[in-house]
């Protein structure tokens, strides 16, 4: 299948960056090398490019796309790990970031990959095959209260419960297997009046997916290790997708610049912030009307700027 994927907030991003052609960057999330390929036009031949995504098969596509760049290191890793990548490659500063924290389309529209509702496929959802969590462990071993807990947190679906005992009901007397059995045990947990409002299936595999992938308890880590990966006036562009994971950059980004986050009927501040840099975005940039027309992935996306002192 070909590797598609239509990059969001593309403009605002690069803007964003302020790129100095000079200069080294960071694509944390590589996939099929939207953003890489217009971060790499502005960059001069001294300026470099660390593409990053632990999902091999969307770097392969990015190398192919990027082949007439030569400024350009393809690291098969997780952006969570930034800061050993980053000492790896003896680099002591970067001059931006940038995570668009979105599944790719190629990964929900590839049925042997197991992200997507619309199509029969092995429960997977894994965006690093090498791991050996898969949808299908999630399903069948977690406990009905583990399930629903995900299930609501992840999916922010209100059936949470119902789901979670339709699926271990099920699984007494057969394994789930494939999305296509677990499509079906959560269309049966819903009531018809809800099913108008999206596919019904939604939530609950965005929320396995986030568990399988570890996508929301490191992530406010990995923004102020990002951060502290910065050079003075270097930039972090991050893309969100979900509630929990712009809280967490959002925490991260308040955390950095400093505010105070003390109790307002205190007399003085004993939270001692210290300052690292300046949230760029008060308010976060959202996609245009016409490019959630054009894409209808993008109308949750939400872009967050800070930049390092």
Request: charged residues 30%; proline residues 3%; contains cysteine.
């Amino acid at each position: 299948m070909e590797f598609n994927h239509i990059s969001v907030l593309l403009n605002e991003c690069i803007d964003n960056l302020n790129i100095n052609p000079n200069g080294i960057y960071v694509d944390g999330t590589m996939g099929g090398a939207g953003h890489s390929i217009e971060i790499a036009k502005r960059l001069s031949t001294k300026g470099t490019l660390i593409g990053i995504d632990r999902d091999i098969e969307a770097l392969n596509v990015a190398r192919q796309r990027l082949k007439e760049f030569s400024n350009i290191k393809y690291i098969n890793n997780n952006h969570d790990n930034i800061n050993q990548i980053l000492n790896e490659l003896e680099i002591n500063g970067v001059d931006g970031i940038l995570l668009d924290l979105g599944v790719s389309s190629y990964q929900i529209d590839e049925p042997t990959r197991g992200f997507t509702y619309m199509n029969n496929g092995p429960l997977d959802m894994r965006m690093d095959k090498t791991q050996s969590l898969t949808a299908e462990d999630v399903v069948n071993s977690y406990s009905e209260q583990n399930l629903a807990k995900i299930i609501y947190e992840y999916g922010e679906e209100k059936f949470s419960k119902k789901i979670a005992k339709n699926i271990c009901e099920y699984r007494k007397n057969k394994r789930i297997e494939t999305t296509e059995e677990l499509v079906k045990i959560i269309e049966k947990s819903i009531p018809s009046i809800s099913k108008k409002q999206g596919h019904p299936a939604k939530r609950t595999f965005q929320a396995i997916r986030i568990e399988v992938n570890n996508e929301i308890e490191p992530l406010y880590k990995t923004v102020l290790n990002s951060i502290d990966a910065l050079n003075s006036k270097g930039r972090l562009c991050i893309i969100t997708f979900h509630s929990l994971e712009d809280r967490a950059v959002k925490k991260a980004y308040t955390e950095a610049s400093g505010i105070c986050t003390c109790p307002s009927d205190l007399p003085y501040c004993v939270c001692n912030k210290k300052e690292l840099g300046k949230i760029i975005t008060k308010k976060p940039i959202l996609p245009t009307e016409k490019e959630m027309n054009i894409n209808s992935r993008s109308r949750s996306a939400k872009l967050r700027v800070f930049e390092k002192i």
